[in-house]
């Protein structure tokens, strides 16, 4: 029977622009963990208002590795972004549930606007 890698049947790689400024949780000694927001433009045009539909992303990193990745994106630019998907649960003010995507980031680099992407 083969083995298989968990790490490769949970992958993911989003192209999108960095909506937000890095977030720190703990102190300026010892960062818990870092996380951005990842705005990814969907294909589909909306021909009647004239828009595009984005998706956001929460991108975390919980090492130090993961979290200097982070610490080289700044809002506006346009990354590549590899990682884990998994998702966060939380409860508004209303108790209302709420799940997100999140990304375990895994690297992260800017590219360019020209740059083409293939799927393999």
């Not at 799940?99 to 690297?107: A, D």
């Amino acid at each position: 029977m083969a083995t298989t890698n968990n790490a490769v049947l949970n992958q993911i790689v989003l192209v999108g622009r960095v909506g937000s400024a890095t977030i720190y949780e703990g102190n300026e000694e010892i960062k818990d963990f870092a996380r951005l927001t990842l705005a990814v433009n969907n294909n589909h045009y909306n021909q009647a208002d004239k828009t595009r539909e984005t998706q956001w992303y929460n991108v975390k990193a919980f090492d130090q590795e993961g979290i200097n990745l982070i610490d080289k994106a700044e809002k506006g630019d346009l990354v590549q972004v590899t990682g884990r998907l998994g998702f966060e649960t939380s409860v508004d003010k209303d108790g209302v549930s709420h799940t997100e995507p999140t990304i375990i980031i895994g690297g992260l680099k800017k590219v360019e606007k020209e740059t083409k992407f293939k799927l393999v």
